[in-house]
């Protein structure tokens, strides 16, 4: 029995041989979906890259012209600490993750030259008959071709109901295997499955989580604020004829009472 998994025609009762698995991970690579990172100084150096970093730069710079030098070194040091606090938060969120990520990495059951194996999920390629079962995690994108399973797939697309996979239907990557038994071929791997795609366009997109949304908002009206007031002395000062340096200090007040804590 044969079936057509993408350009490769799978045997179901011998699956892929040796050679076959070689060629088609030179063309597809291995089933895992990278992570881009950027380097450690670009993520520093975003740490004073915002609204509340510009509030903070923009006090340096109005304490050091008004030789408030005391100030100038306390907003500094408030401005490195806060950097250096969200760094280390963000590199012990992204450490605790990539620990999980590798306690959560799966087996898979694949046969190949005929005999039933379990190998690491990320070394099966498109055409790899295996073999799901309740309680497997799906670890690629795969056709059914003898079997049925109901598959959860509410970490994909939210639905709270299982789904039903027979012959034909796909059974994609990251879904659970709730009860059934299925056997099929792999028609996807990696960045090519459609938790792949979706996880590339989320990082494409780079989605604010709500508490960033919640502060940036707050921060946003503080500075509607802050320049109202500005904006309303400076206008006292043009009338009354008085120095604009005489309202930069009622600037820097201004400005530090409107930094979040």
Known sequence: MHSNSGDIATDLENGLSLEEVRQST?????N???EKRESLTILFAKKFWGITPWMLE???????????????????????????L??????????????LRQKLSIGARVKRGGEWLVIPARELVPGDVIRLRAGHL???????ATGSAEVDQSSLTGESLTMEKMANDVAFAGTMIKRGEATGSVTSTGVR??????????????????MEEVTSRVVRWLLIMVGSLLAIGFAL???????????LPLAVILLVSAIPV
Do not use: C
């Open 193 to 210: 499955t459609y938790l792949g795609r979706t996880i590339e366009l989320v990082q494409l997109a780079k989605p604010k989580l709500h």
């Open 26 to 30: 030179i063309k597809h690579g291995y």
């Open 58 to 84: 923009i006090t340096m710079v109005l304490t050091w012209f008004l030789g408030k030098h005391l100030e100038f070194y306390l907003v500094s040091g408030l401005l490195v600490f806060n950097a250096i």
């Open 237 to 247: 000062t043009a009338l009354k004829g008085m120095r604009v340096i005489e309202v």
């Open 86 to 99: 969200g760094f280390i938060q963000e590199q012990r969120a992204n450490s605790a993750l990539e620990l």
């Open 138 to 144: 799906v670890p690629a994108d795969v056709k059914v």
């Open 32 to 34: 895992e979906i990278p």
